[in-house]
């Protein structure tokens, strides 16, 4: 009998201290911990080097180091890190040797596409990620501190020059242009080697650099007719989802007889700094723009996607 009133009394404390301990908050058996933070580093038999680094926010960077020295990367980007970015409308800072040969980039789907920017020095405009097919990814862009581009779910990469380096874009404006469409696979030369900047552009070339910007299949309709400067707008404000943005053209005295489409693309491109006019007061939205023209529209155009 005292063994019995031992052991109910017993278990009687003992629901007694758990009462007490959730009331008071002490008790939580739902309670989460932060992830472990800092650097490990271990090395395989083979002398292959792991380094393993868990961020703050729960961003987990895992360098790996293979004895022939190739350096791949992989990046599990925290659904804290790409929310904190996306509200300062800014992109992922991604921590990653400067040497690395592939960078393996993973993002939280329920967040969606999300910006990320891989150092990388000395780049230039013709520099850009490369799928691990070889492919140049069209949005990437030159950002603050290296190169920047959308993930939405996981993308392997590399960060290469692929500027084709044309014979005859002897201004900085001309090389500029020509570099950054080539390095992305929109635009191509004339010939292997020159890409003709002064040349005008033309109605199948615009409907090509468009499917391969948005990934479309448009009909291309070779022909001499050149494409103006109203149809490159409209092009690319559709490419970049016709997003509404209102922009004052009031100074703008040749819009008269602009359509709707034409109008809100020009406030877009405005609003933007795509397009700045032919002069203070027009716009020339039936006149013709060179190959390099275009192409410095395309590159400001890109940069404004991935804001």
């Given at each position: 009998m005292r063994r019995i009133l031992a052991f109910v009394l017993s278990v009687a404390m003992v629901l007694a201290f758990t009462a007490v301990g959730f009331a008071s908050g002490t008790y939580d058996r739902f309670e989460t911990t932060t992830p472990t933070t800092g650097t490990t580093t271990t090395t395989l038999s083979d002398g292959t080097v792991v380094e393993t680094t868990t961020e703050a926010d729960g961003t987990v960077t895992t360098v790996t180091t293979k004895p022939d020295k190739t350096v791949e990367v992989s990046v599990e980007v925290s659904k804290a890190a790409a929310e904190a970015a996306a509200k300062e409308g800014k992109p992922v800072q991604l921590d990653v040797p400067a040497n690395a040969d592939s960078i393996k980039v993973s993002v939280p789907s329920s967040v969606g596409t999300t910006l990320v920017e891989v150092p990388a020095k000395n780049a230039t405009v013709g520099t850009v990620a490369v799928d691990e097919n070889g492919k140049p990814v069209v949005t990437s862009d030159l950002g603050d501190n290296g190169v920047v581009f959308p993930v939405t779910g996981d993308a392997k990469v590399s960060i290469e020059d692929k500027a084709v380096g044309?014979?005859?874009?002897?201004?900085?404006?001309?090389?500029?242009?020509?570099?950054?469409?080539?390095?992305?696979?929109?635009?191509?030369?004339?010939?292997?080697?020159?890409?003709?900047?002064?040349?005008?552009?033309?109605?199948?070339?615009?409907?090509?650099?468009?499917?391969?910007?948005?990934?479309?299949?448009?009909?291309?309709?070779?022909?001499?007719?050149?494409?103006?400067?109203?149809?490159?707008?409209?092009?690319?404000?559709?490419?970049?989802?016709?997003?509404?943005?209102?922009?004052?053209?009031?100074?703008?005295?040749?819009?008269?007889?602009?359509?709707?489409?034409?109008?809100?693309?020009?406030?877009?491109?405005?609003?933007?700094?795509i397009i700045y006019g032919t002069t203070e007061t027009t716009m020339s939205p039936d006149g013709a723009a060179t190959r390099e023209q275009f192409a410095t529209m395309l590159m400001r155009a890109v940069k404004c996607f991935n804001k």
């Open positions: 044309f014979t005859d874009t002897n201004t900085a404006f001309a090389k500029r242009a020509a570099d950054w469409a080539s390095a992305r696979g929109l635009m191509v030369g004339t010939t292997d080697t020159t890409f003709t900047p002064k040349g005008t552009m033309n109605t199948g070339s615009l409907t090509r650099v468009i499917n391969r910007l948005t990934g479309s299949n448009l009909p291309v309709v070779d022909t001499n007719t050149a494409a103006t400067r109203a149809a490159m707008i409209v092009e690319l404000y559709k490419a970049a989802g016709s997003p509404v943005v209102t922009a004052d053209l009031s100074k703008f005295t040749d819009l008269e007889g602009a359509t709707a489409e034409e109008l809100a693309a020009y406030q877009w491109a405005v609003a933007n700094g």
